[in-house]
């Protein structure tokens, strides 16, 4: 069983930037791929970005491709999400989430293929 927590949401102006946080409660953690979603009210969630177990394989969404950068720490237990040039249609809850992937460079966008979810936290960028 693996338990996601996310931390480093906010409330921040238009242009602004933030740094999300996912900490694994799990001894394994380089045995799983990682990614972030989010989800605006009245939205779907969706795919944001996603790094492989070693973290040589990343991938973005369009629309924080260039803005976004996924990263994290194996010996942290640790999945960071920097977000920049923040705005308004940023504004969602974001969720990390966990993939039991059999190879290093196996990377998820897809909802389904993700085993483990965190509870979100709240991002919201003000014009």
């Known amino acids: 069983q693996v338990q996601l927590f996310e931390s480093g949401g906010g409330l921040v102006q238009a242009g602004g930037s933030l740094r999300l946080s996912c900490a694994a409660s799990v001894r394994t953690f380089s045995r799983y791929a990682m990614g972030w979603f989010r989800q605006a009210p009245g939205k779907e969630r969706e795919f944001v970005a996603a790094i492989s177990r070693n973290g040589d394989n990343i991938s973005y969404s369009e629309s924080v491709k260039g803005r976004f950068t996924i990263s994290r720490d194996n010996a942290k237990n640790t999945v960071y999400l920097q977000m920049n040039v923040l705005n308004p249609e940023d504004t969602a809850d974001y969720y990390c989430?966990?993939?039991?992937?059999?190879?290093?460079?196996?990377?998820?966008?897809?909802?389904?293929?993700?085993?483990?979810w965190g509870q979100g936290t709240q991002v919201n960028v003000s014009s």
């Open positions: 989430a966990a993939d039991t992937a059999l190879a290093p460079l196996t990377i998820s966008t897809m909802r389904y293929q993700y085993d483990y």
